[in-house]
T-cell receptor
Framework: DADVTQTPRNRITKTGKRIMLECSQT?????MYWYRQDPGLGLRLIYY???????NKGEISDGYSVSRQAQAKFSLSLESAIPNQTALYFC??????????????FGPGTRLTVL | DAKTTQPTSMDCAEGRAANLPCNHS???????VYWYRQIHSQGPQYIIH?????ETNEMASLIITEDRKSSTLILPHATLRDTAVYYC??????????????WGLGTSLAVNP
């Protein structure tokens, strides 16, 4: 089984709809992240969480919200989807702070299309 | 936060070494260099990281210049499955001790038969 799973893998929705993307991990990591990827723009950080009670905005949080329901679960919501939120979304996790090692483990991605 | 500069694309013959350069001339003394790759539209995959010493693992070698202003990722015997976008990232550590990876556009490596 994959260590980081994302659901759904693909989603087509209409402008104005509320959408939730879910991420679950079995790595026991405290830290979780949501990124979006657009052609020609690379990965951009939307939100990140370093533990269940810690939520932080990334570079492009406008139009998004998150919920850290448990250590293993981190959901991303689009309250009212718009076409420029069409992108590939990735969830990632990483281990605890300390030392030099901070490898991020990524999920398979969710391809979201907003019509 | 230190930024990185990489060539947009590179080609390599199958079986030969692939050498991917990265410039990070504004890197700070406590910032690490990380390399990830992304095959097609899959989630990025960690390759290797280093601070100032050269590093090697089962996937690749990382050579960091003495002044730490640039580095090279080496795939010693590239295969077709190494075709991917390779990202060189400098880890940012801010006052709140948060650790975020700042991603650029990477180098698109094509390994040719």
């Amino acid at each position: 089984d994959a260590d980081v799973t994302q659901t759904p893998r693909n989603r087509i929705t209409k402008t104005g709809k509320r959408i939730m993307l879910e991420c679950s991990q079995t790595k026991g990591h405290d830290r979780m992240y949501w990124y979006r990827q657009d052609p020609g723009l690379g990965l951009r950080l939307i939100y990140y969480s370093f533990d269940v009670k810690d939520i932080n905005k990334g570079e492009i949080s406008d139009g998004y919200s998150v919920s850290r329901q448990a250590q293993a679960k981190f959901s991303l919501s689009l309250e009212s989807a718009i076409p420029n939120q069409t992108a590939l979304y990735f969830c990632a996790t990483s281990g605890p702070a300390g030392g030099s090692y901070n490898e991020q483990f990524f999920g398979p991605g969710t391809r979201l299309t907003v019509l | 936060d230190a930024k990185t500069t990489q060539p947009t694309s590179m080609d390599c013959a199958e079986g030969r070494a692939a050498n991917l350069p990265c410039n990070h001339s504004t890197i700070s003394g406590n910032e690490y260099v990380y390399w990830y790759r992304q095959i097609h539209s899959q989630g990025p995959q960690y390759i290797i990281h280093g601070l100032k010493n050269n590093e090697t693992n089962e996937m690749a070698s990382l050579i960091i210049t003495e002044d730490r202003k640039s580095s090279t990722l080496i795939l010693p015997h590239a295969t077709l499955r190494d075709t991917a976008v390779y990202y060189c990232i400098v880890r940012a550590v801010n006052a709140g001790n948060n650790r975020k990876l700042i991603w650029g556009l990477g180098t698109s490596l094509a390994v040719n038969p």
